[in-house]
């Protein structure tokens, strides 16, 4: 984390603008490619926090996740929008957050700005908190219900 801290400093010294949105990110679907091509948009260098696979289980259920930890981060990081990827294993990324500080906060269509965790930090040094809407017809969960239907 101290490397991707010192890098985002350095980034931030030279004038760029650092969005944040954090996830699960169990199976990536174009609703998430969607929803993170508009994320980059609002600045110049995007930092995803991905939940641990422990914390994807307690927010989701025993079932979750489909795809472990290192290889959702893989599949994100090889995404042309994304710059950083992060774990994190609290339940909310609050302390993620206060670490990398971005000008932006950003989350799906299904949080208001008001109720964003960590949007307080953000905006307290200066920065932004927004929702974007989601891409109709994409959903992790009713893609795995999708299949389990499909399944029987």
């Known amino acids: 984390m101290s490397t991707l801290v010192r890098r985002l400093a350095a980034l931030r010294r030279r004038g760029k603008r650092i969005v944040f949105t954090n996830g699960c990110f169990d199976l990536i679907h174009p609703g998430h490619v969607r929803y993170l091509r508009a994320a980059k948009q609002l600045g110049d260098v995007l930092v995803i ?13 025993p079932t979750r996740p ?12 090889a995404l042309e929008m994304v710059d950083y990827v992060t774990p994190f294993g609290a339940d909310t990324p ?7 500080k971005p000008d932006v906060l950003v989350k799906g269509g ?23 809407s989601f891409a109709r017809g994409y959903s992790t969960s009713a893609l795995v219900e999708r299949i389990q239907r499909q399944a029987r």
């Not at 926090?49 to 259920?61: E, F, Q």
């Not at 609050?94 to 990398?100: D, G, K, S």
């Open 49 to 61: 926090g991905v939940n641990t696979d422990a914390s994807v289980r307690r927010l989701k259920g």
């Open 66 to 77: 489909l795809v472990r930890l290192r290889d959702r981060c893989d599949v994100l990081a």
């Open 94 to 100: 609050r302390r993620l957050i206060a670490q990398v």
């Open 110 to 132: 299904d949080w208001t700005p008001d109720r964003i965790v960590g949007g307080d930090l953000v905006r307290s040094r200066g920065g932004t908190v927004r929702s974007l």
